[in-house]
DNA sequence: TTGAAAGCGCTAACAC
DNA sequence: GTGTTAGCGCTTTCAA
């Protein structure tokens, strides 16, 4: 079924029912029924492709992320698919994995694919090196790109997000003012974000001119998953004769093993141990005590970063870059 | 740029273009050379719309699940993905809510929209009455239509399903044979696999003379998310009198609250109190001691899932509904 | 208000 | 081995 058939069958031309299919120019209301009956009648749906060829868009924006299953991500790409369909797009789904070459291949591919925009889900889709960003450069000489909790500055790229920095160096200075001196920042990336929160973690240790370092920062290298391994980590370190009786974690997964691992140690919490996670996830319920974790406000930030794709694409200007405050929400692994 | 300017700056006929671009039948070394040299040169990619017009396909498959942010349907999502892109076919993905009226709409947008194949994630899409099935028969006729963990007997639909009747079954008997007999079955799903998880369960008891009602048949309606307002709920039961020692629950979400509740009461795990959990998810490994949980193998059957659909879109026969086993991971939230 | 016709960029059947 | 050409189904001037 053509708009031919149903010009025919209508007894128009196939232009008329172009029209009145797009609501463009005037149809008398004449017309304008005979055309929509038939339409109803065959159950009519112009072919997507068709449309596309000629007006060079299928509204349809691309999301990448790494991992899909990442509970975090997760979140967010149902979030963004929710609200891109609100304002009638689709979305194309990549997951990438964590290499930058797939990384790149994706973002080609809705290149090809001639997505409207795209969405990297994620701060790990920004590196430390100019050259390992151009991908992300050259993608937005194309369409418009938004990042999700990273931040680069070129043209045509729009930056949503969070202030881990200040967050986390927040968060760091009320665990030490609750007297806790032997914190461990257990993490898991140095991503755009991952960078952030360490370094607000380090200024303010400094600022309370405590040593950030001597072991202190612990990089676990694993899969996200894995908490036994995760609380392993943390034991290990025990054992090679690191004493601290605080943890601050990148992320609630992490924040979950050091839970497991000071109940190991026999340590009441959070009496002789403080635990503060990150992305206030469900997970912060699957413990005991629950766990202080910080909001990062993720709904909110996913909700302006649709509205500024859509002005975007709109043609009108819109911001470069807006950063939204966490939040810490206490609960039972923090004294204050 | 154009399959036209490439075929004028290499001094070629645009068929030949086309032909080094698919492969498809001979050309010379030489002039494939000078093609591809042209091609390279000016970054030249094909346009997807052109290309799908003609074909009317665009290698896409759509997947429909109720909630993307769900552990298990995140998962399974990912999995689908990967093993999508892996066969060269992109995803449209959309997150409907459950909704009935959502998921059809989600259904035809994707069949406008020309899926090659459309992929229903989660046994929420399939329901009780014949006639709230239809539109995934409608879609069917369009189609081809994946269903993974639930099934429906229709032309162009192909259900791969983990066996959980027979996992809840045995579950259930090893949990009665261990000596706990007052055991509440709690679930939050009343979809295809959740009837077959209870019926397991029903079965179980029946089998040894328990009674399988009193209460005991808990359902949970609420977030899916909200460990704490599950907790509440068995604690609710607790206070109305009800007296168990036993909690298999649908999902690792309802097992986790049931451990809360289980630590609450003061009851010592497993001795006391045994607990039961469903999807062998991250969660397993967030409650002390770890759950006891059943593993339905989910990538096993995503990636059967894809072999399935890529053989029906080579015009293969393809086997209509495929079972796989479930297995339950023994750790330390049942006695055995 | 309506219709005719020229693309949009590509594939594939057919001819050479 | 290579070129010509007819679609694919739609949108959009331009005329009437």
Known sequence: MTIYDISEKAGVSIATVSRVLNGSSSVSEKTKKKVLDVINRYEYTPNAFARGLGLNTMKTIGIICADSSDLYLAKAIYYIEQKLRANDYDSILCCTGYDLDAKAAAVNLLITKKVDGIILVGSNFIYEEDADNQYVVDAAAQVPLMLLNAALDAPNIYSIISDDFTSM???????????????????????????????????????????????LLQFYQGSHEDIPAMTRHLMKLHDQGLNFHGVIASDDTLALAAVKYAKLMGYSIPQDFSILGYNNSMLVNCCDPELT????????????????????????????????????????????
């Not at 968060?171 to 960078?195: H, P, W």
């Not at 952030?196 to 600022?207: Q, V």
């Not at 406000?297 to 939204?324: A, R, S, W, Y």
């Open 169 to 215: 160096y927040e968060a760091t200075l009320q665990m030490i003012s609750a007297g806790v001196r032997d914190i461990v920042y257990f993490y898991n990336s140095v991503s755009y974000s991952g960078k952030k929160k360490l370094a607000g973690y380090r200024a303010a240790m400094e600022e309370q001119k405590l040593s950030a370092e001597s072991g």
């Open 293 to 336: 974790s910080i909001d990062n406000k993720l709904e909110t930030l996913c909700q302006h970063l649709i509205t500024t794709l859509m002005g975007v694409l709109d043609g009108n200007e819109m911001p470069k870059k807006t950063v939204f405050s966490g939040e810490i929400i206490h609960r039972g692994t923090t004294r204050n």
